[in-house]
């Protein structure tokens, strides 16, 4: 008997059934980045603006250069962050750079 009521308070706790649709996906965040020099671009490549406070990995492998950049301002979509002198030796931008969210 307790068990019953135990089951019934958790289904009124249960959110009602949305009508058999899926959800839409939430836009994803997408960041990547590029070498230019001695600086390091980091670009947002996804469809939602990345807040301030943001942090951001990324790596130079060819460089051994890698670092963690918290976004100062929202990044919106398309836009880049730029990091002037992150690297030690002059690049040019076909130089291969990872970045992921932190």
Known sequence: MRAAAVLSGLIVLLPPAAGGETPAPA?????????AGYD?????R???????????????RFARAAGRHVLEAELVPGRFALLVGALENYLGTRTPCVARLG
């Open 27 to 35: 836009p994803a965040a997408i960041v990547d980045c590029q070498v």
């Open 40 to 44: 390091v671009l980091i670009y947002n």
């Open 46 to 60: 996804g469809e939602v603006a990345l807040a301030a406070g943001t942090a951001i990995d990324w790596e130079v």
